[in-house]
């Protein structure tokens, strides 16, 4: 199993161009996060789905959208991109409720936003 | 309501033991415990559940006041591997328990 992927690794955006996040996952999980770490800081939840078709928003959901088609992938879009969004970007699953259940994490996407 | 850890940052001995605390002003349903080296992302050591019930590391050890909303993560003999930032993250009760809030962290450094 290759258990959490994430395209790119690394990505540099201008001031307002958009880009997409992929994130997949080959566990089965029902439970996908994107969460985002600014150096030296904690993870804060952008958005979470509890299955294909299902999504909503975490902490810090503004200037990010994402959908879930599929129960393996779970592609989080940033529009308009803006300097406070420079960031390291995880995306993690779980098997089902976070409360309950382990969280597997992707290797991580580090953005700069210029 | 991000869940307060303590201390921020801790240097140790190898062989030493450590202590990092985690406290929340909700009720919880759950807390949880990562380990984030440098550069890389952060690997689940353990679940702690309102009840008592613990899932996760078997050389790690941590405990969970439920009636206080506070957790703690033991780390004794620590070894060089052991360097990294922890962070808890919690699960506030009777909101679904869908949704985990990480503390700020608690950077370990062992010293040979």
């Known amino acids: 199993n290759a258990g959490v992927t994430q395209t790119p690794k690394f990505r540099i955006l201008k001031i307002g161009q958009s880009m997409t996040l992929q994130c997949a996952q080959d566990m089965n999980h029902n439970y996908m996060y994107w969460y985002r770490q600014d150096p030296g800081m904690g993870l804060k939840l952008i958005y979470y789905s509890v299955g294909a078709g299902i999504t909503d928003k975490g902490e810090v959901p503004n200037g990010y959208n994402v959908s879930r088609s599929t129960t393996e992938d779970f592609p989080l879009r940033l529009e308009l991109a803006a300097p406070s969004q420079t960031s390291v970007y995880f995306c993690a699953s779980s098997y089902s409720r976070a409360g309950d259940y382990e969280q597997y994490f992707g290797p991580g996407t580090r953005l700069t936003v210029t | 309501q991000q869940p307060v850890q303590s201390p921020q940052a801790v240097i140790l001995r190898e062989g030493e033991d450590a202590v990092i605390n985690c406290s929340s002003s909700?009720?919880?349903?759950?807390v949880h415990w990562y380990r984030q080296k440098h550069g890389e992302a952060p690997v689940f050591l353990m679940i702690?559940?309102?009840?008592?019930e613990q899932k996760g590391h078997d050389k790690i050890s941590a405990s969970f006041n439920e009636k206080k909303q506070q957790s703690s993560l033991y780390l004794t003999a620590s070894q060089l591997s052991y360097s990294g930032t922890y962070f808890c993250g919690t699960v506030k009760l009777n909101f679904g328990n869908e949704k985990l809030t990480f503390g700020t962290g608690t950077r370990l450094t062992i010293i040979p």
């Open positions: 909700k009720a919880l349903y759950s």
């Open positions: 702690l559940l309102k009840g008592g």
